[in-house]
T-cell receptor
């Protein structure tokens, strides 16, 4: 199965620590998109980033950064100087299927304690 | 932009009943997808509509059906509810076949 694996089920850190969320995916597609979403307790999936499979340039946006390595099929997400408001479940996803639907990992629950 | 809104936010139904969940997509977004998220799991793709036609379906039985309307609203219908249908149902919209998805806050369905 072409799945997305988030090996870390739960992570707990203290405020201001850096934290990296891991994501490994499987695909036979040559072109695909990768995503990270944040899901706070309210339930809405908040879009964080989309990356095209041809674009391996890593990106930094404020306290967030992403490391895409196609050779290892990994798309990791780092939060620098974590804050309590970062507490949420984070999902990695990729496009799959002929219509570009999303295939999600099981999520990583991040708890940032003050 | 008005985002994606879903109704109701919570719903309790009895096994065997039928339910209709509603979604109002972001203006101009002609593609809508529905996902089922069981507790502690990632969302699972149910189906997708483009210009009022279903054009993709995940591994869900036919008792899960949908409609998309010209005003960018859509429905998810589930017949003969089962206990395992208890989940958060998320609606997502986008413009065309590319672009990022905008998700609603979901409807939490409990089947008793």
């Amino acid at each position: 199965a072409q799945k997305v694996t988030q090996a870390q089920t739960e992570i707990s850190v203290v405020e201001k620590e850096d934290v990296t969320l891991d994501c490994v995916y499987e695909t036979r597609d040559t072109t695909y998109y990768l995503f990270w979403y944040k899901q706070p307790p309210s339930g809405e999936l908040v879009f964080l980033i989309r990356r095209n499979s041809f674009d391996e340039q890593n990106e930094i946006s404020g306290r967030y950064s992403w490391n895409f390595q196609k050779s290892t099929s990994s798309f990791n997400f780092t939060i620098t100087a974590s804050q309590v408001v970062d507490s949420a479940v984070y999902f990695c996803a990729r496009t799959g299927g002929s219509q570009g639907n999303l295939i999600f990992g099981k999520g990583t629950k991040l708890s940032v304690k003050p | 932009e008005t985002g994606v809104t879903q109704s109701p936010t919570h719903l309790i139904k009895t096994r065997g009943q039928q339910v209709t969940l509603r979604c109002s997509s972001q203006s101009g977004h002609n593609t809508v997808s529905w996902y089922q998220q069981a507790l502690g799991q990632g969302p699972q793709f149910i189906f997708q509509y483009y210009r009022e036609e279903e054009n993709g379906r995940g591994n869900f039985p036919p008792r899960f059906s949908g409609l998309q309307f010209p005003n960018y609203s859509s429905e998810l219908n589930v017949n003969a509810l089962e206990l395992d249908d208890s989940a958060l149902y998320l609606c997502a919209s986008r413009f065309g076949g590319s672009g990022g998805y905008t998700f609603g806050s979901g409807t939490r369905l409990t089947v008793v």
